[in-house]
């Protein structure tokens, strides 16, 4: 599982691929045609929950990234300041 994850992760954040992965993960999960069928119990969903989770978790992150990286450059503001000494 965590091989799928790290590859997943690895596309996502991949500016060139990022769009295609999140569509054709929600296209995965609106579609009936899944790696387990969900008329199986509990197992049926689990890979919908867990392409879901994944999703949600990295565009949060990467969102959170973004956010992080356009406050940086106000907070590295320098101040020139003329002292005397007194």
């Not at 959170?64 to 007194?86: C, F, H, I, Y």
Request: proline share 6%.
């Amino acid at each position: 599982m965590s091989g799928f994850y790290n590859w997943y992760r690895k596309l996502l954040r991949h500016p060139k691929y990022r769009w295609f992965i999140i569509a054709a993960s929600l296209i995965y999960l609106l579609s009936p045609l899944d790696i387990f069928p969900d008329l199986v119990p509990i197992v049926g969903q689990l890979d919908d929950v867990t392409v879901m989770v994944i999703l949600a978790s990295e565009l949060v992150q990467l969102l959170v990234e973004r956010m992080k990286s356009r406050r940086s450059p106000n907070l590295t503001t320098t101040v020139d300041v003329e002292a005397e000494q007194v």
